[in-house]
């Protein structure tokens, strides 16, 4: 490995390295202070270009923000966001291979379109495949780990894997994906074909449920906190049970849609709304004994 300076992998990787930047752009939340150093591939040889010529000492790799809260003061580090050749999807007798950098919704469509089932929820979450796999995200009683046939990664040498479902330790909101691995791409496994018309009205009627259920055209960052494991209560039902859905701190509080969502409209600081999560976590688990777990990341 050799390691050259920002100067230098700036002049080979053209336009795709920025000292010094500023997130706010790229979380949901629309909030953020800066960033040492943001790359954003074009490929993936630009990508194994940059790991394999600068020592990676803290990273993280991101995709539309959309269950990111970057704090105020910044990040030692460097972010990488995947460019637009990670954003490819493409079929091969049936199964879809798509780039950890597309949106989840566009695999929903294109599924539908080719009349393969099982990916309707996909439309009702935020964000890309590469986040969606990593957290295991899912919705209305789906998540990523049913549809998944293998995942392809880069570790931090630039050597590329493959990972096996079998192999992956999925769990409620976690993979057990090595921090240390960025996802490249996913190959979905073969599912049911359907008559795309039927695909595209379950996609409708998830769609409707979740405007019915939750918040729309305001600053979040989805669910706030993950529903606690084998209990009845859900984690807005609890926040609301203990009353910290009336909680305000500056600028942050919760939707009055729905309580698990945190409405940053107004672009409260990253401080207020770490504090709006701190004391609600305090009060549920003084109320009821139960420690509700963040679903978002704070970078």
């Known amino acids: 490995m050799k390691n050259l300076n920002i100067k230098e992998l700036s002049s080979h990787l053209k336009n795709q390295i920025k000292v010094n930047y ?9 909030v953020g202070g800066i960033t040492s150093i943001f790359f954003n591939p074009n490929s993936k040889e630009d990508l194994k270009f940059f790991l394999n010529n600068f020592k990676l000492k803290k990273f993280i790799c991101i995709g539309s923000g959309s269950n990111i809260l970057f704090k105020d003061s910044g990040y030692n580090g460097v972010v990488i966001k995947l460019g637009k050749e990670f954003s490819k999807i493409e079929e091969n007798n049936f199964s879809i291979k798509a ?3 597309v949106l989840k919704n566009k695999v929903a469509d294109y599924a539908q379109k080719l009349g393969i089932s099982d990916f309707e929820f996909l439309s009702a979450i935020p964000g890309t495949i590469g986040g969606g796999v990593y957290m295991n995200a899912g919705c209305f009683e789906n998540d990523f780990s049913n549809i998944i046939e293998e995942i392809t990664v880069i570790d931090l040498r630039g050597k590329e894997h493959t990972l096996k479902r ?6 409620y909101r976690k993979s057990g994906i090595s921090k240390n691995f960025i996802i490249l791409d996913v190959l979905f496994k073969k599912t049911k074909t359907k008559i795309p018309s039927l695909i595209q009205e379950k996609i409708d009627l998830l769609k ?15 669910s706030t906190f993950k529903n606690p494991a084998n209990k009845k209560e859900k984690a807005w ?3 609301k ?5 009336k909680l305000v701190f500056g600028k942050a509080k919760f939707s009055s849609h729905h309580c698990n969502f945190i409405d940053n409209s107004n672009l409260a600081s990253t401080k207020d709304i770490e504090k709006l999560i701190k004391t609600t976590q305090e009060i549920v688990q003084e109320k009821t004994g139960i420690k509700l777990e963040l679903e978002i990341d704070i970078i």
């Open 241 to 245: 049970k203990c009353g910290c859905d």
């Open 22 to 30: 500023k997130l706010d752009k790229n979380s949901w939340f629309g």
């Open 208 to 222: 409707k449920q979740k405007k019915i259920s939750q918040p729309g055209n305001i600053r979040t960052g989805g």
């Open 237 to 239: 039902e609890l926040i």
């Open 166 to 171: 079998k192999n992956i330790l999925f769990e």
């Open 99 to 101: 780039g950890a950098g």
